[in-house]
């Protein structure tokens, strides 16, 4: 997949490999320069002629334009690499920061926001094989005679959902069977922290009811209430502060059936909100994580994104609030 990245970043921004390739020969040429004008002095001569490599002395290294040309292709290549990074501050006082990144969403640092159904179903034989939930669940670390994934995470979600609180979230006319079992239904953007131990870590996952699930493995949201739980979540979020500083968010709910949405379109969507409501989030970063796959076949445009969200961070929203 990294070399898919690599190649798909070399193709489409040749351009500006070239002009890359240009700018650092112009800084090659300087170097050679400098360095040349060094060497030929008695004393950085007498030792860069008795110290070597490959019965190379260090003098010929270091006068070899061979060095420099390779040089200037390698740092090249690593500013087209470097263009699937993103990471800038919103200019709007709260020392708030957008991050965009691009790979496995459990590797970034934060609460983890993980999309989940309405009925916080944990089952695979519900919730099927695809969904980022289901990947967590397989990477649940559990020590010998523990129970299963499934079970500590249905657990988990279930001692939540018992306290108080949660009583408010049930739609209390509504039950909903799958599989022969019977669950409650809560209300869309409800959320339940848990912590479970992913890979040999303990995590912070933050589970978002977005989805309704309608039959196995086929989640089905609308556009209209995808984007009314994004803002649901940013207001929980306000509401319940912890000792997270950063929440890592996938571009969710863009794999359930009924979302005429683009991926690219939700994507912005979360960004936009998040500069909207830093002010008052208790965060110190929102990290936007991108599924490598959805670069890859385009359905994610991580270069309009990224502009996007400078933008964002370079002229925030609230510039235009009318002061009383």
């Not at 050679?32 to 007498?46: G, K, L, M, R, T």
């Not at 290294?61 to 500013?79: E, G, H, K």
């Not at 890859?296 to 309009?304: A, D, F, G, R, T």
């Amino acid at each position: 997949m990294r070399l898919k990245i690599f190649l798909k970043n070399f193709v489409a921004f040749r351009k500006a490999f070239a002009k890359s390739v240009v700018i650092y020969a112009g800084a090659a040429v300087a170097a050679h320069e400098v360095i040349q004008w060094i060497i030929d002095s008695p004393s950085a001569n007498e030792f860069c002629q008795n110290c070597g490599f490959l019965g190379i002395s260090l003098y010929d290294y270091l006068n070899s334009p061979w060095l420099y040309l390779i040089a200037v292709v390698i740092l090249s290549l690593v500013t087209q690499i470097g263009f699937t990074r993103f990471s800038e501050k919103i200019r709007n006082g709260t020392n708030c920061e957008i991050e965009i990144s691009m790979n496995d969403i459990f590797r970034n640092k934060g609460q983890i926001l993980i999309p989940c159904n309405n009925i916080f179903a944990s089952d695979s034989s519900i919730i099927g094989n695809s969904s980022i939930q289901a990947q967590m669940t397989k990477r649940i670390h559990q020590g010998k005679n523990s129970p299963s994934p499934e079970s500590c995470i249905a657990d988990k979600i279930s001692q939540k959902l018992a306290l108080p609180e949660y009583a408010q979230c049930e739609v209390s006319d509504k039950l909903r069977t799958l599989n022969g079992r019977e669950f409650k239904v809560y209300e869309y953007g409800t959320l339940v922290p848990i912590t479970v131990n992913i890979d040999k870590k303990e995590r912070d996952i933050l589970l978002l009811a977005m989805s309704e699930i309608t039959s196995p493995g086929v989640p089905v949201v609308d556009r209209a209430t995808l984007l009314n739980n994004i803002d649901k979540m940013w207001n929980y979020i306000a509401a319940h502060h912890t000792d997270n500083d950063t929440i890592v968010v996938p571009v969710m709910g863009t794999g359930a059936a009924r979302t005429p949405m683009e991926k690219q379109l939700v994507a912005r969507y979360i960004l936009y909100s998040f500069a909207e409501n830093s002010h008052r989030l208790g965060l110190r970063k929102l990290i936007l994580s991108v599924y490598p796959e959805d670069y890859v076949n385009n359905s994610i445009n991580l270069k309009e994104l990224k502009e996007y969200a400078s933008f964002l961070c370079r002229f925030p929203n609230s510039d235009f609030k009318i002061m009383d």
